[in-house]
């Protein structure tokens, strides 16, 4: 089962969730507790993009993991590589217990 979610629901060249600078941080919280085991990320082409460029592109991005105040988890690191296909999909370390228990439980 693939959980698929938009960051802002227009996904059309040119509306995009911008950030400033060179770097940011996203934070998701979901309303149930899931098992990840990857996470993809889309973004324009370079055919449809208004600019005719893909330099805003995510680079360098990791996935880290914050269940109910307890340590971060990192999950995985990944490049984003804007000469490939513009949906990539990048695994993440599945752990299955964290302290015996299911990662985001209580």
């Known amino acids: 089962i693939a959980l698929t979610f ?13 950030l400033q600078g060179h770097q940011g941080q996203v934070f998701i ?3 149930a ?5 990857g996470v993809t990320v889309q ?3 370079k055919e449809v993009s208004p600019s005719g460029t893909v330099i ?3 680079q360098r991005c990791c996935c880290l993991l914050d269940a109910d105040g307890e340590e ?6 990944f490049m984003y590589n804007v000469a490939n296909e513009a949906i ?5 370390k ?8 299911m990662p985001g439980s209580k």
């Open 43 to 45: 973004y324009i082409s």
């Open 29 to 31: 919280r979901l309303p």
């Open 6 to 18: 938009w960051l802002q629901p227009d996904v059309s060249p040119g509306n995009c969730w911008p």
């Open 56 to 58: 805003s592109a995510p």
């Open 72 to 77: 971060e988890t990192l999950l995985g690191t």
């Open 33 to 37: 507790r899931v098992h990840l085991t």
């Open 94 to 101: 599945v752990r299955s217990t964290h302290r015996g228990k």
């Open 88 to 92: 990539q999909t990048f695994p993440l």
